[in-house]
């Protein structure tokens, strides 16, 4: 006798599986070159690395406060701090800032788009 995962998985009745939602963002303004278009769509993605740097960031600094022996504190701490440098080696912050400013320029916007599945 099949599992009961292997019966929901075979059944012929099963409900089709859901469509994809995409996001894409899209330059409307052709007068920028081509690097200021792809930058500025790039942004959107930029942010959300943006936002998981900077919860990563707020974790490692809480996590030190809860830890207990030296070795632990101090690994989390040279780790917090290395993750700073090499953000800051990678120019992060100008390329973020270019980034936002090319989306003003090219006029990118959001369109939402639907796949089916197959």
């Not at 406060?65 to 800051?88: G, K, P, Y």
Request: hydrophobic share 40%.
């Amino acid at each position: 006798m099949p599992s009961p995962a292997a019966i929901l998985t075979l059944a012929p009745d099963s409900a089709p599986p859901a469509e994809r939602k995409t996001i894409l963002q899209v330059a409307t303004s052709y007068a920028c070159d081509r690097e200021t278009r792809e930058l500025g769509e790039d942004y959107a993605e930029l942010k959300k690395i943006e936002r998981a740097y900077r919860l990563l960031e707020r974790r490692l600094t809480r996590s030190a406060l809860n830890l207990e022996a030296r070795r632990s504190i101090s690994t989390v701490t040279e780790f917090n701090l290395l993750l700073a440098d090499a953000r800051h080696d990678a120019s992060w912050g100008a390329t973020l800032s270019l980034a936002k400013d090319a989306a003003e320029e090219a006029r990118v916007i959001k369109i939402a788009r639907t796949f089916a599945p197959r």
